[in-house]
């Protein structure tokens, strides 16, 4: 059984997601604004929380900068308002999936599921007891990255970038060379078979690209299929 914490101020839809989640065995609690959001999470644990946008009190993109400060708990954030900027201030601030309203419910039960299976088998891994490797490196030119260390360095600057932007790299990275469909990339980094229309991972992909600079052009897109990594 996972908690999940359910945070909108249109009542229906918390009911509606609770009355899902519950069905497959997961406790649910709810809130109606950001403010509330964040004091539940000073004094509760939970395993994901599900985040409107546009609430009183406190809006959900400052609620999780808020929640940040102390827990990494992952959260999928709802919105009427499906533009780019706000998909990536979402994941800027460590967002790990954004769903646009109006939602099919058992499509976001899928994405719950894939990010609460994805956390717990990060958890199993970093808890097995198992010796770490050495530092397992990738170099080109000025691009270092440390996969061991979560570490990406570009020039001999060290550059930050959210769990699922060092997901996405060192996935490409370890692949480069390899044309990599769209499908299989939100399969193995994102944890599900998505349909439809996702702008999830061009997102990241920008997000990406701006942050390496120069070596923005080692992430090259292959029309029609997806993305490959090499060196350019």
Not at 20 to 39: I, L, Q, R, W
Not at 183 to 208: A, E, M, P, Q
């Amino acid at each position: 059984m996972y908690r999940l914490l359910v945070v909108d101020d249109e009542k229906e839809i918390c009911n509606l997601i609770q009355k899902y989640a519950s069905f497959e065995g997961n406790e649910v609690f709810t809130a109606s604004n950001g403010m509330d959001a964040v004091e539940m999470c000073r004094s509760n644990r939970f395993d994901l929380i599900v985040m409107d946008v546009m609430m009183p009190e406190l809006d959900g993109f400052s609620a999780v900068a808020m929640i940040r400060k102390f827990s990494n708990t992952p959260v999928i954030m709802l919105s009427a308002r499906g533009e780019e900027y706000d998909r990536i201030h979402g994941f800027e601030i460590g967002v790990d999936d954004y769903v646009v309203k109006p939602f099919s419910p058992r499509e976001l039960m899928l994405r719950i599921n894939a990010v609460l299976n994805r956390t717990a088998q990060s958890a199993v891994s970093e808890s097995s007891g198992e010796p770490q490797n050495e530092h397992e490196t990738y170099e080109y030119k000025g691009l270092l990255i440390d996969f061991t260390a979560r570490t990406v360095t570009v020039d001999e600057e060290r550059i930050d970038l959210s769990p699922k932007e060092y997901e996405l790299l060192f996935y490409l990275v370890k692949n480069r060379g390899i044309a990599l469909t769209r499908d299989k990339l939100l399969s193995d980094i994102w944890g599900y078979d998505f349909y439809g229309v996702d702008r999830t991972l061009d997102t990241h992909i920008k997000l990406l690209r701006k942050k390496l600079g120069s070596y923005a052009s080692c992430i090259v897109t292959l029309r029609g299929v997806g993305y490959r990594f090499e060196e350019t």
